[in-house]
């Protein structure tokens, strides 16, 4: 009889992050032979075919349950009650203090937390998606913890391009794309101000800044419009809102440099496509992008956007520095690909005294 491991998250949504590594997850697993199913609290229609309401799980039919965590939730107890071994998947949860005291997210963020460190002795084991996952799960008391960035599906890249709406704003010059939710802890405001000091110190580039993303502050989203407008930077600021995949291709195929002020990241997924387009990066050093983004991007030490304007600059004029990035980036991707990661995910399991046998798996 093989095994089955199946995964839970408390919500899914259409192409969410967290959601799109449950998908990477499942067809690893399945490749290693084992049965897979995926279950969680909330589902949209769009998914109901692929993803199971969680009551349905069958704790008798599941060898390991891989529980994703990347916010507080309400399924704490229903979790506890589940009589099978769990492993954590820990996506990483931005600190509270990013968010407003009354909303939901600065709740959820504070109780995510607290769970996580409530939690060790009820999982046989975790995996970080990042180093800096990873080194919070083991000061929290997780062991044995495992390091695998089960995230960057390579599917994402197939299919045909389509222009978002609006795309005559991306000019003729030099386009600078920036790939996150309007958020305070992105710090795309730095992103505004990095733009203005490039267009001040090279007119000619005419760089346009193509910020992807929706809101997920109403606060900072005001904050930051009105902050391009008072620079007088409006018709060379692109707000896209939040794109599909087929979408993001067309903007990567058309971007000149990848720009990232992130404050707080547990991985940061676009760091990673950029190298599959050849894009190169500019990012400022913080929480986890130094792990993801390797060699392929050029890292600066302080959150200085006139230091990150130079850079471009830089990196717009010096043709041997640019393709070397591009190589790097190319590299970089290899990390994240089922061929560097499915040994590794089959060791940990294995560690956990998980296997199939050679049959099962062919």
């Known amino acids: 009889m093989s095994i089955s491991i199946h995964q839970f998250a408390p919500a899914t949504a259409m192409g969410d992050g967290v959601t799109g590594g449950l998908f990477y997850t499942r067809e690893m697993l399945r490749k290693l032979g084992y049965r897979s199913e995926i279950y969680a609290g909330t589902v949209p229609p769009g998914l109901s075919d692929e993803i199971h309401l969680s009551p349905y799980l069958d704790v008798t039919d599941c060898q390991l349950l891989l529980v994703h965590h990347s916010m507080g939730h309400e399924f704490e107890q229903w979790l506890y009650d589940l009589d099978c071994p769990k492993v954590l998947m820990y996506h990483n949860i931005t600190p509270e203090h990013y ?87 992105k710090r795309q405001h730095l992103l505004v101000d990095a733009l203005w000091h490039l267009r001040q ?74 190298g599959f387009y050849g894009v190169p990066v500019v990012a400022f050093d913080s929480s ?48 994240f690909l089922p061929l560097t990661l499915q040994p590794q995910l089959q060791n940990f399991l294995l560690s956990l005294g998980l296997w199939v046998h050679e049959d099962a798996a062919s």
């Not at 222009?163 to 386009?175: K, N, Q, T, Y």
């Not at 090279?202 to 760089?207: D, I, K, T, V, Y």
């Not at 291709?249 to 676009?270: I, K, N, V, Y």
Request: charged content about 20%.
């Open 288 to 335: 986890n992008i130094a792990d993801t983004l390797g060699a392929s991007g050029l890292l600066l030490d302080d959150a200085n956007p006139s230091q990150m304007a130079a850079a471009t600059a830089m990196l717009n004029q010096d043709l041997d520095l640019h393709q070397q990035l591009v190589r790097s980036g190319t590299d970089n991707l290899q990390r």
């Open 99 to 185: 968010f407003l005291e009354d909303s939901p997210e600065h709740f959820f963020a504070s109780i995510g937390r607290e769970q996580l460190r409530a939690w060790p002795h009820r999982f046989v084991g975790a995996v970080g998606m990042s180093p800096y996952n990873s080194r919070e799960l083991k000061q929290a008391g997780f062991s044995p913890v495992a390091t695998l960035p089960l995230l960057v599906d390579p599917r994402r890249f197939d299919g045909a391009s389509v222009a978002p709406v609006d795309s005559e704003r991306r000019g003729e010059g030099l386009l600078l794309l920036s790939i996150g939710r309007l958020v305070e802890n």
């Open 201 to 274: 110190m090279n007119p000619e580039l005419n760089a346009t800044l193509c910020l992807v993303g929706e809101s997920s502050s109403a606060r900072y989203d005001a904050a930051l419009r009105a902050h391009v407008q008072r620079l007088g930077l409006e018709p060379h600021v692109w707000f896209t809102g939040k794109c599909s995949d087929a979408q993001l291709r067309w903007l990567f195929e058309q971007a000149d440099t990848l720009w990232c002020a992130s404050e707080h990241e547990g991985f940061c997924m676009p760091l990673v496509e950029a």
